[in-house]
T-cell receptor, first 110, second 113 residues
Framework: SQKIEQNSEALNIQEGKTATLTCNYT??????LQWYRQDPGRGPVFLLL?????KEKRKERLKVTFDTTLKQSLFHITASQPADSATYLC?????????FGPGTRLSVLP | DAGVIQSPRHEVTEMGQEVTLRCKPI?????LFWYRQTMMRGLELLIY????????DSGMPEDRFSAKMPNASFSTLKIQPSEPRDSAVYFC???????????FGPGTRLTVL
């Protein structure tokens, strides 16, 4: 069966450092992958999308990589700020199949 | 646009009662998704519609759950009868396409006593 894992339930880093979140999957071949941010008491908010034929995507301080051989996506936040503290979810998509990972709770400490 | 609108925001009911959750998608979006989120199971896709037609309801946990989309601007998720294990946050999301980015509503927090 399909399985999606995101690195540790929680990740603490110091302000100004780069946060790196991972999304690993098995028994799945997504056409593309999306990353979302979720704050407490709110719905997820879309951040970035990367297709299976793309290696890397950037948006301001965010960078996503996608390695279909390793079946892994990395999500980087550079120059992290306390305002980046939230839960980050990856979502795998192929056709009409949409599956979310369990999420990683990121805390950026001042 | 106001974004995806869900009502009610909070619902507390007793076991056995019927619960109806409502969603108004973003105008112009032709795909609508219903999700359930719990600490134990994370965010689970229940059902999605494309152009008001249900495409895949394999995520609906039981026959007690049903969803409708009578028109492009309204959808309901109904649980009858409700059970304590249905307690969760239910999200509705819409998208301009089936595989595009999804815009989530604020969610409905359901508590079944």
């Amino acid at each position: 069966s399909q399985k999606i894992e995101q690195n540790s339930e929680a990740l603490n880093i110091q302000e100004g450092k780069t946060a790196t979140l991972t999304c690993n999957y098995t028994n799945y071949s997504p056409a593309y992958l999306q990353w979302y941010r979720q704050d407490p008491g709110r719905g997820p908010v879309f951040l970035l999308l990367i297709r299976e034929n793309e290696k890397e995507k950037r948006k301001e301080r965010l960078k996503v990589t996608f390695d279909t051989t390793l079946k892994q996506s990395l999500f980087h936040i550079t120059a992290s700020q306390p305002a980046d503290s939230a839960t980050y979810l990856c979502a795998l998509v192929r056709g009409q199949n949409f599956v979310f990972g369990p999420g990683t709770r990121l805390s950026v400490l001042p | 646009d106001a974004g995806v609108i869900q009502s009610p925001r909070h619902e507390v009911t007793e076991m056995g009662q019927e619960v109806t959750l409502r969603c108004k998608p973003i105008s112009g979006h032709n795909s609508l998704f219903w999700y359930r989120q719990t600490m134990m199971r994370g965010l689970e896709l229940l059902i999605y519609f494309n152009n008001n037609v249900p495409i895949d309801d394999s995520g609906m946990p039981e026959d007690r759950f049903s969803a409708k989309m009578p028109n492009a601007s309204f959808s309901t998720l109904k649980i009858q009868p409700s059970e304590p294990r249905d307690s969760a946050v239910y999200f509705c999301a819409s998208s301009p396409g089936l595989a595009g980015e999804q815009f989530f509503g604020p969610g409905t927090r359901l508590t079944v006593l």
